[in-house]
């Protein structure tokens, strides 16, 4: 871009960052904006579907239903149920120097905030960071991604709806635009998208010295043990990668599978394939979104032994599912975050070669262990690092709005859902009520015998 239109863009940015100037609402006024942020989306629903679609050129509405729209107005329920015992301030007791005083911590907005939202999920993953930050209290810089230009332009007319212009404004346009996000003096920055592009805003952020959190991706395994019920496995182990169509941050990116059953393995997925996706037009899948995406899908297929799993999707934008056997670990396939329905089977012949194989590489954002064995299972988790985990199933784990969602690394620094969203948008303020009468007053000059005797019983 030349520098005009980057400061223009800077211009706006800043422009929408000073227009937040709403006080710092109360526990009624949150409920209420969370309401009408409900409200306006449960309205919208159909629309938002809509928008997706055409943004991605063929995106299921039930798939947009389930895990954007209805996971957003989910964790608004779940979010104002419980807002109230998350602002309660919380006594602590203080030691006996302190005799006579309290103590109490109470969580406070952070203040200005910046959400950059992704396009795999631009509904979800920009709106659940928003209810997090709104039921913290604070004023929010809103950056949806211009990826999905149908879908970002309906949520800012949903978003300016339903919310004060001094409490969230919504910022839209290109890479520029963000950029100028990640350099004002925010209280605070969150981020959804590329480990590559994390790295970038956490530099941009640190000249300001802003806090940031970052929700970015990698290569999350799935690791199946020998005594695992095939189909089931395949059928969870499917379901979870080509929900649409693989571009999930936390989707099986590869699976190591018992050397031995190897081949039962791979006919046990095309199995789960052809049931999960049995109508041929393709209308309960996904496209591939990017048309640089599925250009570096079909490169990182040249060369591998890699297998299809279902019958052609009709249409350029949609990619049928692959399975590759055993490609090289240092292959661009195993290097790169796959975001694509490409499944890696990577063979192994004892479970701790398999663990061995997950913690030599960047932390993973998700770990999948499946298997009878709830026990077997429950220790490879205890020993395989990720930045979270689930048995026996793919992707379910991130709707249970009671569970922390991050990453570890190069997956991600920082937490949210449920009430980590609400930690991650506050701080905590401690607040001590002195009294006249107690010890640690005796600490003051002119220091004499008293304060001698107050050395003494500290160095005890």
């Not at 957003?72 to 302190?98: Q, Y």
């Not at 959804?192 to 956490?202: A, D, I, N, P």
């Not at 591939?288 to 040249?302: F, G, S, Y």
Request: hydrophobic content about 45%.
């Amino acid at each position: 871009m030349d520098g005009e239109h980057d400061l223009s863009a800077g211009n706006l940015v800043g422009d929408a960052f000073q227009a937040l100037t709403a006080p710092v609402p109360d526990l009624a006024e949150r409920r209420l904006h969370l309401a009408a942020l409900r409200r306006a989306v449960k309205e919208a629903a159909e629309p938002l579907a809509a928008a997706v679609d055409a943004d991605f050129g063929g995106r299921p509405r039930s798939e947009t239903m389930i895990a954007e729209v209805g996971l957003v107005l989910a964790n608004i329920d779940w979010t104002v149920k419980r807002l109230k015992r998350w602002m309660k301030p919380r006594r602590v007791g203080l030691p006996p120097e302190f005799l006579g005083a309290s103590g109490r911590v109470e969580r406070v907005p952070l203040g200005r905030v910046g959400i950059i939202g992704p396009w795999n999920y631009p509904i979800q993953l920009t709106l659940l960071p928003l209810v997090a930050a709104l039921a913290g209290g604070n004023r929010v810089l809103l950056k949806p991604s211009e990826w999905t230009p149908r879908t970002s332009e309906l949520l800012g007319r949903i978003i300016e709806g339903a919310l004060p212009p001094d409490l969230v404004r919504v910022v839209k346009g290109g890479a520029e635009v963000a950029s100028a996000v990640t350099e004002l003096p925010l209280d605070g920055l969150f981020f959804t998208g590329s480990t590559e592009t994390g790295r970038r805003v956490l530099a941009a952020a640190a000249r300001n010295l802003v806090p940031v959190t970052l929700e970015l991706g990698g290569k999350s395994p799935a690791i199946l043990l020998p005594d695992l019920d095939l189909d089931e496995a395949a059928r969870s182990l499917m379901a979870g990668k080509l929900f649409s169509a693989g571009q999930t941050c936390v989707a099986p990116d590869y699976a190591l599978v018992p050397r031995a059953r190897m081949t039962e393995v791979r006919e046990a997925l095309a199995r789960a394939t052809r049931a999960l996706y049995p109508d041929p037009d393709g209308s309960d899948y996904a496209a591939i979104l990017r048309a640089p995406d599925r250009d570096r899908l079909h490169r990182l297929l040249d060369g591998e032994s890699a297998l299809p799993l279902m019958d052609p999707m009709p249409g350029a934008p949609r990619m049928g599912a692959w399975a590759v056997l055993d490609p090289d670990p240092d292959s661009p396939l195993m290097r790169e975050e796959i975001f694509g329905p490409i499944l890696p089977l990577i063979p192994y012949d004892d479970v701790a070669d398999a663990e061995r194989f997950v913690n030599a590489r960047p932390c993973p954002l998700a770990l999948y262990v499946l298997g009878r064995d709830r026990a077997a299972c429950e220790g490879v988790v205890a020993r395989v690092r990720s930045g979270g985990a689930l048995v026996n199933d793919c992707l379910l784990h991130v709707a249970a709005h009671a569970l922390p969602f991050g990453g570890a690394g190069e997956s991600g620094m920082g937490t949210y859902h449920g009430e980590e969203g609400f930690l991650t948008f506050t701080r905590p303020r401690s607040i001590m009520v002195a009294s006249r009468l107690m010890p640690a007053r005796l600490a003051r000059p002119p220091f004499g015998p008293t304060v001698n005797r107050v050395i003494r019983f500290l160095l005890r």
